[in-house]
């Protein structure tokens, strides 16, 4: 008999799924749109301890394969977010976790003490490519990562997942900074920054000249930070994402040493494409005689 449930960081994840943070909104506000039942967790859009406008447009295109996306994180503002979604979170049919950032070690730690008062947020994200004062993500510093997941978990008690980016180099040194810090897991990774110019009009593509690049094409590179990760931390659990539309993409980070796989930029062309996901994960474990994804986790065969 077949489970897809997996443990991540000794908490049982009903499927192996995460809907990532910024594509399921503040995730009661998608509950008609994505069947939230396919998921082992969903993570609402990420907050700040005060109202963020984000960026004018344009802020979203589409480019090759992929997407540039530069909203600029806008956000109501942890208090306002609470008074609007905290009471209806718990209908949500899922673990939710929140998201938090700041320009700031204390403004991360401020939205998550928050957070904590919030029964229904089972988790909190610590959203590290967030740019600091200087405007540099804390994501490429592993002093600074750990600096920010230090903070975080003195202010709450719930389970702490850092969310790292691709552009660190090297990343596995960022990921061991903040597990160091009292991470409970990571998130390799977010977006890699990119640009796009329309040559006819010569204006960049998104309003912040550099954008978030996600999509298919971000695939291999997050896989490579995965397996770099794994390499260095391999007891450490990883939540992977970048580039999953299929359940071959799940399994490619399963096999790669992630416990679970988030889907972001897929839910805007299918909004439901986790059922599809994980009927055909199903499939393959039966077809493979495994009785739940743990089977794979790290278990892919090298070149001897």
């Known amino acids: 008999m077949v489970s897809v449930a997996v443990e991540l960081a000794g908490r049982t994840l009903a499927t192996p799924l995460v809907a990532a943070s910024g594509t399921v909104g503040s995730v009661v506000d998608f509950g008609a749109t994505v069947d939230f039942t396919r998921y082992g967790a969903v993570v609402a859009k990420s907050v700040s ?10 802020r979203i295109a589409p480019v090759g394969g992929g997407m540039l996306n530069g909203i600029g994180i806008q956000n109501p503002g942890v208090d306002a977010w609470i008074d609007a979604y905290a009471d209806r979170l718990a209908d949500v049919p899922s673990e939710v976790w929140g998201s938090v950032v700041g320009h700031a070690p204390d403004e991360f730690a401020a939205v998550a003490s928050r957070f904590d008062d919030v029964a229904a947020i089972r988790a909190i994200e610590v959203n590290l490519s967030c740019p600091n004062l200087d405007g540099i993500p804390f994501a490429l510093d592993p002093s600074l990562s750990g600096q920010v997941v230090e903070r975080v978990r003195a202010a709450t008690g719930k389970p702490i997942g850092a969310k790292l980016s691709p552009d660190a180099h090297p990343i596995a040194q960022v990921a061991e900074s903040v597990m160091d810090a009292g991470a409970d897991w990571v998130v390799v990774g977010n977006t890699a920054r990119g640009a796009g110019i329309d040559v006819h009009t010569r204006r960049p ?37 970048g580039g999953v539309s299929t359940a071959d993409h799940v399994i490619e980070y399963l096999l790669a040493g992630a416990t679970a796989v988030g889907i972001g930029s897929a839910h805007f062309a299918t909004p439901r494409v986790a059922n599809r996901i994980l009927k055909d994960l199903e499939r393959h474990l039966e077809r493979s005689h495994l009785v739940g994804p743990s089977q794979l986790i790290g278990a892919y065969e090298p070149w001897t």
């Open 49 to 58: 301890p005060e109202p963020w406008s984000g960026r004018p447009a344009p």
């Open 205 to 241: 593509l998104t309003s912040g000249l550099i954008a978030g690049y996600s999509g298919d094409p971000l695939r291999p590179i997050a896989l490579r930070c995965v397996l770099e990760v794994a390499s260095l931390l391999p007891d450490a659990p990883i939540v992977a994402c």
